[in-house]
């Protein structure tokens, strides 16, 4: 059973940072890439950064330039390196991963329960 856990959420001032972790565990044979969504209430939920198991990234244009992500391939987890914070950055925050799991040819996509950031003004 693959699971993904999220930690680092929590509530900082506009202009803060946070840090958001994630970790696989279970019984997988790869992970093709790793990556952060977030959903505000009313919102859909919208890509914020990923990376794939070789380094190549992608993030969304509202964050670029405060945002950072990285993954530590040895360890599988993925980290979200948040700056300079601002008020439209609050949601709720869901680690992604595409794994193929010991046993299978085929990937699946992953999800965390999700982590609460809230940026006050």
């Known amino acids: 059973q693959v699971q993904l856990v999220e930690s680092g959420g929590g509530l900082v001032q506009a202009g803060g940072s946070l840090r958001l972790s994630c970790a696989a565990s279970?019984?997988?044979?790869?992970?093709?890439?790793m990556g952060w969504y977030r959903q505000a209430p009313g919102k859909q939920r919208e890509l914020v950064a990923v990376?794939?198991?070789?380094?190549?990234?992608n993030c969304a244009d509202s964050v670029k330039g405060r945002f950072t992500i990285s993954m530590d391939n040895a360890k599988n987890t993925v980290d979200l390196q948040m700056n300079s914070l601002k008020p439209e950055d609050t949601a709720v925050y869901y680690c992604?991963?595409?794994?193929?799991?010991?046993?299978?040819?085929?990937?699946?996509?992953?999800w965390g329960l999700g982590t609460q950031v809230t940026v006050s003004s």
């Open positions: 992604n991963a595409e794994i193929r799991p010991t046993g299978s040819w085929l990937k699946f996509a992953y």
């Open positions: 279970g019984s997988m044979f790869s992970i093709s890439s």
């Open positions: 990376i794939t198991s070789g380094g190549s990234t």
